[in-house]
């Protein structure tokens, strides 16, 4: 889409002229004390150092560490429960296969 | 305390802000006042502008703590001062206290002047103002306080997208987008101003 009335150079030019004229009369200095009581009533602000905003930081800053390592322990224990699942499963396979001595030299009966 | 305003920097009284002293936060204000009106001043009604500027430096009081003391405070304020008119302009058109005058024949006259004017042409800036004025608040009044205070910026105010950005704490990204509908939507009102021009020859 073009711009065609919106970009003409005369158009622009006017509506930034009238944009930036647009003095507004002189304020008084009635709204820096009005400010000023409204901040006052606010009170001094609760994150002047102390421990916590301190402890704050640090909790956000080790956050991506923590999920981390959360993340690296259940692989772990993930790989370590399927390690110790196929170990049984092949300690019962090997149980399974192996031939008793009765069997192998058909001693039955 | 004017004098007192002016010796220490920046970072010492945010630093004697945040141990606690409150009166402290007046040099802030006496120092930057007149950046922050100058900004508010652009953007909002002039019967809001005092209002506008105390909401803005309660704000950046509120804010201090977040202040990293990486940039200038000024810029800083500016951010805050910005976001306060977009937050004025929000508000305004919930509760729809923007007046939007209707546009008349001299408006489209004008328009129709403007832009049909050959480039060897050397416009008065100052030629019928008022009608420049009037036709781009009702225009503005038309959108949203968003594509308002995106327009003012970018189109008005010549600042690039990542300033835009930086000022109303958005990403580069919506604000391209954002700016290039606003734009469209303006071209849109503009040539509807054109077109009633047109019907009445």
């Avoid at chain 1, 399974?96 to 039955?108: A, G, H, R, T, Y």
């Avoid at chain 2, 606690?20 to 502008?49: C, M, Q, T, Y």
């Avoid at chain 2, 058109?93 to 209707?102: G, M, V």
């Avoid at chain 2, 000022?167 to 700016?179: D, Q």
Wanted: hydrophobic share 40%; glycine share 6%.
């Amino acid at each position: 889409m073009r711009f065609r009335v919106s970009e003409n150079e005369f158009l622009k030019k006017a509506f930034r002229h009238a944009y930036t004229s647009k003095g507004g009369g002189d304020t008084g200095e009635g709204w820096q004390s009005q400010a000023m009581r409204r901040i006052r009533q606010i009170g001094p602000l609760k994150s002047a150092a102390g421990f916590w905003p301190a402890f704050e930081g640090m909790v956000w800053r080790l956050a991506p560490v923590s999920c981390l390592l959360v993340l690296v322990l259940t692989l772990f224990f993930v790989s370590m429960e399927q390690d110790v699942d196929s170990d049984y499963l092949g300690t019962m396979a090997a149980e399974v296969e192996k031939p008793s001595l009765v069997e192998l030299f058909d001693l039955e009966g | 305390m004017q004098n007192d305003a002016f010796r220490s920097s920046d970072a010492d009284i945010v630093r004697q802000v945040l141990d606690g002293n409150v009166n402290a936060f007046e040099s802030v204000v006496l120092r930057h006042r007149g950046l922050v009106l100058s900004i508010v001043k652009k953007h909002v009604p002039e019967d809001a502008v005092e209002e506008t500027t105390q909401e803005a430096f309660v704000r950046a009081y509120q804010s201090l703590p977040t202040f990293k003391g990486t940039g200038h405070l000024s810029q800083w304020l500016s951010s805050i001062a910005v976001r306060t008119c977009y937050d004025y302009w929000r508000k305004a058109y919930r509760s729809r206290e923007i007046p939007i005058s209707a546009l008349t024949e001299k408006h489209s006259q004008w328009l129709e002047e403007t832009i049909s004017k050959m480039p060897e042409e050397v416009p008065d800036e100052r030629e019928r103002q008022m009608e420049a004025r009037e036709i781009l608040n009702w225009a503005l009044g038309k959108l949203s306080a968003g594509d308002r205070m995106i327009l003012e910026l970018v189109y008005l105010e010549g600042f690039s997208v990542k300033e835009a950005a930086e000022l109303l704490g958005w990403t580069k990204a919506n604000v391209k987008v954002r700016s290039f509908r606003a734009r469209m939507k303006l071209e849109q009102l503009l040539s509807i101003v054109k077109e009633q021009e047109r019907r009445g020859r």
